[in-house]
């Protein structure tokens, strides 16, 4: 039996039995861990809050959006935005050693209309542009009470309907830790270079997170959220996000949820679905 709890000593799709972590210092890219050493499944979705694990060396992790939907009634431009995301952030992960994997993220398709109280309604729809991340694992990648990780990436423009045409960037530090068995506390601090077209320059973000994982029956978990983003020169958002996870396999995780925007700045509302595999 597999049980569902979110973030890293409490990884997805885990099974109960307790063993001595072993030496994987040796495994890289083009020496891979044993599937047998593998380490429990950890994704960094569906909640915002990133795992502090990598994945093996040599394993390769997809963590895929089916479908997102977004509606905001507040939109500074228009009388409301609704966004439909095929692929939103689909993340393709490749462990480089055993404690730092890289990561590609980008959105298949996205289709962005527009509502404005006057005149005819707008629809842009491309894919986005390109995330590049690395995340290293200082301690907890093989277990513990509590994890640590560190995560820089860049985002490169990809020219595209939906392209900023600028490159961003930031860095993040996720931490869990395991209070129970059935219960996980993940937190976040993130610090993003993001650029404001309206105002032809870049501003800073701090997102900040917390989020309880926690097991619910057998295969099936739990998380509820907090998301906050204060962006300098810009009105803080803030969020409430909730979901469920279900592990169909020990290599397989199947997820759905939901963000509600609790300041006017933020969406009103998002519904997303999604899945993580591991080959």
Known sequence: MYRIIIACTV???????AH??????AFNLF???PRELWRDLSADRPDATESPCTVDAGAIQL????FEYAYDSHNDD??????WTIGADTNVKFGLLH???????????SEERSEPDAGPTSTLSGFSDLTVRLKVNFWGNEGGKTALGLLPFITIPTGTSLSTDKVAGGIALPFSWLISEQLNL????????IYDDGEDNYDVGFLHTAVLGFEIIGPLGGYVEYVGNAVSDGDYEASFSTGLTHGVTENLILDVGMLVGLTRASDDFTVFTGMTIRF
């Open 11 to 17: 990884a997805t799709a885990t099974t109960t039995h």
């Open 186 to 193: 993940g937190l976040m601090a993130e610090i993003d270079l």
């Open 31 to 33: 020496n891979p861990t």
């Open 63 to 66: 963590e895929l959006s089916f």
């Open 78 to 83: 228009a009388n409301a935005v609704e966004t």
């Open 99 to 109: 404690n730092m994997d890289i990561q590609f993220i980008t959105s298949l398709y």
């Open 20 to 25: 001595a972590a072993p030496d994987k210092s």
